[in-house]
Nanobody, 122 residues
């Protein structure tokens, strides 16, 4: 159905930036929601930012004004620009997709990527 591949994670110091990418592949006609969740050790998975194909976005309060999500015109690739990173942003960032039309069928999802590690430490 849908395969999600993330890239762009790494280790940075506080205040630095990273940009994550998520590419969705498969027999996709329409993909409604594409974005990221994150999970830190010992904590629940939490929404970071999502982008709908109509252009609506939703961010966690903790990342507003620091992170920006965008999507390519083909709607199957999303980017997360993360600025002013803080140690509390350290987590595995997982690409998330939902609402997929494929070959005349509709799949609610959710679909998840394998995750990419983001570590913010001095």
């Amino acid at each position: 159905q849908v395969q999600l591949v993330e890239s762009g994670g790494g280790s940075v110091q506080p205040g630095e930036s990273l940009k994550l990418s998520c590419s969705a592949s498969g027999s996709i006609d329409l993909l409604n929601v594409l974005g990221w969740y994150r999970q830190a050790p010992g904590r629940q998975r939490e929404l970071v930012a999502v982008h709908t194909r109509t252009g609506s976005t939703n961010y966690a309060d903790s990342v507003k004004d620091r992170f920006t999500i965008s999507r390519d015109s083909d709607k199957h690739t999303a980017y997360l620009q993360m600025n002013s990173l803080k140690p509390e942003d350290t987590a595995v960032y997982l690409c998330y997709a939902a609402g997929v039309s494929s070959g005349g069928y509709f799949y609610n999802g959710p679909f998840w990527g394998q995750g990419t590690q983001v570590t913010v430490s001095s």
